[in-house]
């Protein structure tokens, strides 16, 4: 099986940053659905969670395979909008943003959640956490100009 440093080293390369977005999330969609909710094939190397909001411009609603950070308690998560070192924020930050009382699908349970976006000293602290927890986020905002988002979610 590969390591986890191996897969940290491909997933920095900016090959994976152009194929990824259209290959993962769909993989995601269809092994969530096909398991009934208790298996998200990404979330094998990193917690992962199935976001459910409604579209910021279109009002639709929509589903999308994330990587997450779970805080202690298991009453919270961190959402990470590294769009994987691309440029531009992913479509769901403006979701959260535009909407913020959201449902995830986590281990297979739909939770009703509340998205704050995290900035200044809160933003620093969580963004220190999430380099210690996964490391190719620091390749990915070098890569970009933008500020990666980060959320927190916490249990409604």
């Known amino acids: 099986m590969i390591g986890e440093r191996a897969v940290q080293r491909i997933s920095s390369t900016r090959g994976f940053a152009k194929v990824a977005p259209h290959v993962i999330p769909a993989l995601d969609r269809a092994v969530h659905r096909l398991t009934r909710?208790?298996?998200i094939l990404s979330a094998q190397m990193l917690p992962g969670v199935i976001?459910?909001?409604?579209g910021a411009r279109s009002g639709l609603t929509?589903?999308?395979?994330?990587?997450?950070?779970?805080?202690?308690?298991?009453?919270?998560?961190?959402?990470?909008?590294?769009?994987?070192?691309?440029?531009?924020?992913?479509?769901w930050t403006a979701n959260l943003m535009a909407r913020p009382d959201v449902e995830?699908?986590?281990?297979?349970?739909?939770?009703?959640?509340t998205a704050h976006l995290l900035e200044g000293e809160e933003r620093a602290a969580v963004w220190k956490a999430a380099l210690a927890f996964w490391?190719?986020?620091?390749?990915?905002?070098?890569?970009?100009?933008?500020?990666?988002?980060l959320f927190r979610i916490v249990r409604k």
């Open 51 to 54: 976001l459910t909001s409604v």
């Open 104 to 113: 995830i699908s986590w281990k297979g349970t739909d939770i009703a959640v």
């Open 37 to 39: 909710g208790k298996v």
């Open 62 to 91: 929509r589903r999308t395979p994330l990587a997450c950070m779970p805080e202690e308690g298991g009453r919270s998560w961190i959402l990470i909008g590294s769009n994987f070192g691309r440029d531009g924020h992913p479509a």
């Open 135 to 149: 490391p190719p986020y620091a390749t990915y905002q070098a890569r970009i100009e933008r500020e990666i988002r």
